[in-house]
């Protein structure tokens, strides 16, 4: 076993030994100081980032909101001339139902009239002619 190391020194190597210690102790807490000063500098880092993720956050919402408000502007301005341009379509298909109506009624009536034979335009024009002689002046 080795001998444990005497604890007496000498004044010369005690003051030697008492210097390093204090330069020691002057390194270590310049160290703690630094150390201290980077924890600062990261934490404030760390505050400014989140303060522009916030922001960023923020903006972005703002955007999206007033996105989906002129989304919805939009889409209520289609379907409001959507619904105008189906009355319009309703009300236009009503008219034509009620004009197909009309024209195969009229044909139906033209179809109904008795045609007369291939000389009956002088035919219309003697009894026309024939009625205008029976009736009286009007003076």
Same mark, same amino acid.
Request: glycine share 2%.
């Given at each position: 076993? *080795? ?23 002057? =390194? ?10 980077? &924890?600062?500098?990261? $934490?404030?880092?760390?505050?400014? $980032? ?36 189906? *009355? ?6 009503? *008219?034509?139902?009620?004009? &197909?109506?009309?024209? &195969? ?12 034979? *291939? =000389? ?20």
């Amino acid at each position: 076993m *080795a001998r444990q190391a005497s604890k007496i020194m000498s004044i010369a190597d005690k003051k030697v030994a008492q210097a390093g210690l204090k330069t020691a102790m002057k =390194n270590h807490t310049e160290s703690v100081k630094a150390l201290s000063a980077q &924890t600062k500098l990261d $934490a404030k880092t760390r505050a400014d $980032a989140v303060k522009l993720h916030d922001t960023s956050v923020a903006a972005a919402k703002k955007a999206y909101d007033a996105a989906v408000k002129a989304a919805g502007a939009t889409l209520a301005s289609a379907q409001k001339a959507f619904d105008s341009a189906s *009355a319009k379509a309703t009300k236009l298909q009503a *008219a034509a139902d009620k004009g &197909t109506e009309k024209l &195969t009624s009229q044909i139906a009536e033209l179809d109904a009239v008795v045609t007369a034979p *291939a =000389n009956a335009k002088s035919v219309a024009k003697e009894a026309i002619a024939k009625a205008a002689s029976q009736q009286p002046a009007l003076v």
